[in-house]
């Protein structure tokens, strides 16, 4: 069974920082791209980072020189360092893993961490 469990949000105030952790178990982790998604009310999910199974990583405009996404291959987690948070990062945040296997991709998905940045 695939878990990824995220781990790390909270309430923080503008100009802080945050680190999220997303632990994935159930999957072959470095055979595995990951994403970490944003999420507000009456929106759609967003993409904010990902990062490939060579470490390229891709950020969203509106988080560039703010965020960075790494992995731990041996430890089977993705992170996202949050900097300079701002209100409009307030969201859910989800963590995505994605795998290219038999002719498909395979998606999975954890249960998303909220994180509040106040004024």
């Known amino acids: 069974q695939v878990q990824l469990v995220e781990s790390g949000g909270g309430l923080v105030q503008a100009g802080g920082s945050l680190r999220l952790s997303c632990v994935a178990s159930g999957i072959i982790f470095n055979q595995n791209a990951f994403g970490w998604y944003r999420q507000t009310p009456g929106n759609e999910r967003e993409v904010v980072a990902t990062?490939?199974?060579?470490?390229?990583?891709e950020y969203a405009d509106s988080v560039k020189g703010r965020f960075i996404i790494s992995r731990d291959n041996a430890k089977d987690t993705v992170f996202l360092q949050m900097n300079s948070l701002q209100p409009g990062d307030t969201a859910v945040y989800f963590c995505?893993?994605?795998?290219?296997?038999?002719?498909?991709?395979?998606?999975?998905w954890g249960q998303g961490t909220r994180v509040t940045v106040s004024s």
């Open positions: 995505n893993s994605a795998q290219w296997l038999d002719g498909r991709w395979h998606i999975h």
């Open positions: 990062i490939t199974t060579r470490e390229s990583t």
